[in-house]
């Protein structure tokens, strides 16, 4: 599950973890499993995620919490077939959105 997020340049891990609803340690826990999230972190050290991490972090979450891989098999997936297999999970999330919209809109009529 995932609550979109506003269209920001950084957004803090605890906002991350809310839209994702799982628990800040879990995205530490992911962000030293996965080379691809590089968050920056501030002069106190607190972490800032783009929204090209937030990106990574909604195809790791659907890979592992969606599909049932295991860490090691979503980092294969990442490594090997990361561009095919983001294009397709960027259509699926789209079609998922045009269908909640359909679905608004026919409770509307």
């Known amino acids: 599950m995932y609550i979109e997020l506003p269209d920001k340049r950084y957004y803090g891990i605890g906002e991350v973890a809310k839209a994702f609803c799982v628990k800040t340690s879990l995205i530490r826990f992911w962000e030293k499993e996965f080379d691809v999230l590089k968050p920056k972190k501030n002069a106190k050290g607190n972490r800032k995620f783009t929204p090209e991490d937030v990106k990574n972090l909604k195809f790791i979450y659907h890979l592992v919490k969606e599909r049932g891989f295991t860490l090691e098999g979503a980092k ?10 983001l ?23």
Do not use: D, V
């Open 76 to 85: 294969t997936q990442l490594k090997e077939e990361k561009k095919q297999a």
């Open 87 to 109: 294009n397709n999970f960027e259509i699926i999330s789209k079609l998922e959105g045009i269908k909640g919209q359909l679905i608004k809109i026919k409770e509307h009529l």
